[in-house]
């Protein structure tokens, strides 16, 4: 089963930041937190993932709590293009390090 | 482009009907997977193989069984097909098994009737 908890949708403006939230209240010290998204029917894409600290890249970035317990991904500046399903995954390195994907966040960016 | 190619693209079987789906990666990636999206779902992993010669049952692996012929190479294959394995089916492959993103093919379309 999937061990996080996202909302079913969110809107964002055009331009603006895309702030998407992940519970992952039991998490793991060695397991990391991953986004994936997926614009329509297309095979999903790696975002960024991180275990502990922040982490940025050119496309998004990562907040993880001090706890571990939640984290939110960042879209810094929308654009219809990003309008896709985001997945927050925790990957269990016990389990072979496997993705197990939840519901998703159906993100819908408006102009 | 380097990534992750799946043929066919679309299929329809027959009940009964038995098929492979293939899988090649060209970025040198150790780890390979299958994954099922079924509409309006999220996916669902089917198999995965570690590294080659290996290979693990994920999620929801009735009905199929699966090949890593080699390093870029991971197939699926429905024995006797049924409508409730209509589905999209991706693969995936990534370099670790841990500490690395996957990279998922464009996805095979198969409709059983």
């Known amino acids: 089963d999937a061990k996080t908890t996202q909302p079913p949708s969110m809107d964002c403006a055009e331009g603006r930041a895309a702030n998407l939230p992940c519970n992952h209240s039991?998490?793991?010290?060695?397991?990391?937190v991953y986004w994936y998204r997926q614009i329509h029917s297309q095979g999903p894409q790696y975002i960024i993932h991180?275990?502990?600290n922040n982490e940025t890249n050119e496309m998004a970035s990562l907040i993880i709590t001090e706890d571990r317990k939640s984290s939110t991904l960042i879209l810094p500046h929308a654009t219809l293009r990003d309008t896709a399903v985001y997945y927050c995954?925790?990957?269990?390195?016990?389990?072979?390090?496997?993705?197990?994907f939840g519901q998703g966040t159906e993100l819908s960016v408006k102009p | 482009n380097a990534g992750v190619t799946q043929t066919p693209k679309f299929q329809v079987l027959k009940t009964g009907q038995s098929m492979t789906l293939q899988c090649a990666q060209d970025?040198?990636?150790?780890?390979m997977y299958w994954y099922r999206q079924d509409p309006g779902m999220g996916l669902r992993l089917i198999y995965y193989s570690a590294s080659e010669g290996t290979t693990d049952k994920g999620e929801v692996p009735n009905g199929y069984n699966v090949s890593r012929l080699n390093k870029r190479e991971f197939s699926l294959r429905l024995e006797s097909a049924a409508p409730s394995q209509t589905s999209v089916y991706f693969c995936?492959?990534?370099?670790?098994?841990?500490?690395?993103?996957?990279?998922f093919g464009s996805g095979t379309r198969l409709t059983v009737v």
């Open positions: 991180g275990l502990k």
């Open positions: 970025m040198n990636h150790n780890s």
């Open positions: 995936a492959s990534s370099e670790g098994w841990l500490n690395y993103g996957y990279t």
């Open positions: 039991t998490i793991s010290g060695n397991e990391y």
């Open positions: 995954i925790v990957r269990d390195p016990n389990q072979g390090g496997k993705l197990i």
